[in-house]
């Protein structure tokens, strides 16, 4: 009997020691997940993705699959990766890609002509240092009755391959907690768990997978009278330019705010003064490119005026925010030009002409042809504003060739 006793302690005593390793072992798995989860949510708030502007768009380096370094422009408004075909000849065994040539796909710019692409399917991973982040698609392909779940669109682009650029990866690709902060002051890519309070918030819609906001823009007559707009409008990251206002139904009234003395194409809107959101940012000079007739929304705002703000794109709650980096907005983010201007199809259109240095008879509205002796069309962004810069105290006096209307102008621009 004493014998059965201990044996019967015994049995209870391994099962109370077998249940709370038992226990312990959950217990440790369950928060042990959490902090590890946790640890992860920390580091990608401290981690940042350095980028740098090439050719005025958001460019950063990732490899992809662990496998292929590579160069990508970073776009909201590309729904899936897309790679050029001469990177995918070169790596398409590395990475493990199966190419559908036969299968169409038309790319989504609004701003270059439409070219024929194809698409290729493989599993895609883009490695940032420690961090890995998920391909995204927000649409697919069928091919023998089985949906691919992740492919690439695949397209020949003779401005990529100068550039040494391989692709574009669309942002949400990127947004692993969700808000992604684009720091255009530092030059960085962030994801902070909370937005800057002085950050003004827009909640944005899904059109034709593009997220259109209702942005608020006052536009100012030469009689000086303001007209408020609220636009819908797409906060472009890969469009290299500044604007490009939509012809429709909503937007015909705002050619009557221009100012009527500049003629120098009739594609282009002159402004002496805009109001851009909110009150205090502030473009003089605005030049507004009038695009084709599109009636989805009104209005692409590009980088030319986006590198003045601080950017978050909040992807769980659909909402991007924005905050000016300065009172004033400045075309190419350079207050220290003599004149700010757009390029637009290849032509610099003189948008304002900084007149507290430098004495011109530089007319808003005119299209840049020479500095000096370099011409400037067709000009890389990076070239010009090296030729824009306040000639120095040395330099007394520089000469401008421009074209007003129908005439060709030689113009002197001297330091005051």
Same mark, same amino acid.
Request: one cysteine or more; aromatic letters at 12%.
């Given at each position: 009997?004493?014998?059965?006793?201990?044996?019967?302690?015994?049995r209870?005593?391994?099962?109370?020691?077998?249940?709370?390793?038992?226990?312990?072992?959950?217990?440790?798995?369950?928060?042990?997940?959490?902090?590890?989860e946790?640890?992860n949510?920390?580091?990608?708030?401290e981690?940042?993705?350095?980028?740098?502007?090439i050719?005025?768009?958001?460019?950063?380096?990732?490899?992809?699959?662990?496998?292929?370094?590579t160069?990508?422009?970073v776009?909201?408004?590309?729904?899936?990766l897309?790679?050029?075909?001469?990177?995918?000849?070169?790596?398409?065994?590395?990475?493990?890609?199966?190419?559908y040539?036969?299968?169409?796909?038309?790319?989504?710019?609004?701003?270059?002509?439409?070219?024929?692409?194809?698409?290729?399917?493989?599993?895609?991973?883009?490695?940032?240092?420690?961090?890995?982040?998920?391909?995204t698609?927000?649409s697919?392909?069928?091919i023998n009755?089985?949906?691919?779940?992740?492919?690439?669109?695949?397209?020949?682009?003779?401005y990529?391959?100068e &550039?040494?650029?391989?692709?574009?990866?669309?942002l949400?690709? %990127?947004? #692993? =907690?969700?808000?992604i $902060?684009?720091?255009? @002051?530092?030059?960085?890519?962030?994801?902070?768990a909370?937005?800057?309070?002085?950050a003004?918030?827009?909640?944005?819609q899904?059109k034709n997978?593009?997220?259109?906001?209702?942005?608020?823009?006052?536009?100012?007559d030469?009689?000086?009278?303001?007209?408020?707009?609220?636009?819908?409008? &797409?906060?472009?990251?890969g469009?290299?330019?500044?604007?490009? %206002?939509? #012809? =429709?139904?909503?937007? $015909?009234?705002?050619e @009557?705010?221009?100012?009527?003395?500049?003629r120098s194409?009739e594609?282009?809107?002159?402004?002496?003064?805009v109001?851009?959101?909110?009150?205090?940012?502030?473009m003089?000079?605005?030049?507004?490119?009038?695009?084709?007739?599109?009636?989805?929304?009104?209005?692409?705002?590009?980088?030319?005026?986006?590198?003045?703000?601080?950017?978050?794109?909040?992807y769980?709650?659909?909402?991007?925010y924005v905050?000016?980096?300065?009172?004033?907005?400045?075309?190419?983010?350079?207050?220290?030009?003599?004149?700010?201007?757009?390029?637009?199809?290849?032509?610099?259109?003189?948008?304002?002409?900084?007149?507290?240095?430098?004495?011109?008879?530089?007319?808003?509205?005119?299209?840049?042809?020479?500095?000096d002796s370099?011409?400037?069309?067709?000009?890389?962004?990076?070239?010009?504003?090296?030729?824009?810069?306040?000639?120095?105290?040395?330099i007394?006096?520089q000469?401008?060739?421009?074209?007003?209307?129908?005439?060709?102008?030689?113009?002197?621009?001297?330091r005051?």
């Amino acid at each position: 009997m004493g014998t059965h006793n201990i044996l019967h302690k015994f049995r209870i005593v391994t099962m109370i020691k077998i249940s709370c390793t038992i226990l312990f072992c959950f217990c440790f798995f369950c928060f042990g997940f959490k902090n590890e989860e946790s640890n992860n949510t920390s580091n990608i708030e401290e981690f940042k993705i350095p980028f740098k502007l090439i050719d005025n768009r958001i460019a950063i380096t990732v490899k992809l699959n662990n496998q292929v370094s590579t160069t990508l422009f970073v776009d909201n408004g590309c729904t899936e990766l897309m790679l050029t075909e001469k990177f995918i000849r070169q790596y398409t065994d590395i990475l493990h890609l199966k190419k559908y040539p036969q299968i169409t796909s038309t790319n989504h710019f609004l701003t270059i002509p439409a070219q024929k692409a194809y698409i290729a399917q493989g599993e895609i991973y883009y490695h940032i240092e420690e961090h890995v982040f998920t391909n995204t698609n927000l649409s697919g392909y069928t091919i023998n009755n089985e949906k691919i779940k992740d492919f690439i669109e695949v397209f020949d682009n003779a401005y990529f391959n100068e &550039l040494q650029i391989d692709g574009i990866i669309p942002l949400r690709c %990127l947004a #692993k =907690n969700g808000i992604i $902060k684009i720091n255009n @002051n530092e030059h960085y890519i962030e994801f902070p768990a909370q937005i800057d309070p002085l950050a003004i918030e827009y909640n944005y819609q899904l059109k034709n997978k593009l997220q259109i906001i209702q942005f608020p823009i006052t536009f100012i007559d030469t009689q000086g009278q303001a007209h408020f707009h609220r636009l819908a409008t &797409l906060l472009d990251l890969g469009f290299n330019s500044s604007n490009l %206002l939509f #012809k =429709n139904s909503r937007t $015909k009234v705002i050619e @009557n705010y221009a100012d009527k003395n500049i003629r120098s194409l009739e594609k282009h809107l002159f402004f002496q003064k805009v109001k851009m959101g909110s009150e205090n940012t502030l473009m003089h000079g605005c030049t507004m490119h009038k695009g084709q007739e599109y009636h989805i929304f009104d209005l692409l705002i590009g980088m030319e005026i986006l590198s003045n703000y601080d950017l978050y794109f909040d992807y769980m709650t659909n909402k991007i925010y924005v905050r000016p980096l300065s009172k004033e907005l400045f075309y190419l983010n350079d207050s220290t030009s003599i004149i700010a201007g757009i390029c637009l199809a290849s032509d610099f259109f003189v948008a304002n002409k900084i007149t507290s240095i430098i004495k011109t008879d530089i007319r808003l509205g005119d299209i840049v042809l020479k500095i000096d002796s370099t011409y400037v069309r067709n000009i890389s962004r990076d070239s010009l504003l090296k030729i824009r810069k306040i000639p120095n105290d040395n330099i007394l006096q520089q000469s401008i060739v421009v074209k007003r209307g129908k005439d060709t102008l030689l113009l002197q621009r001297v330091r005051k």
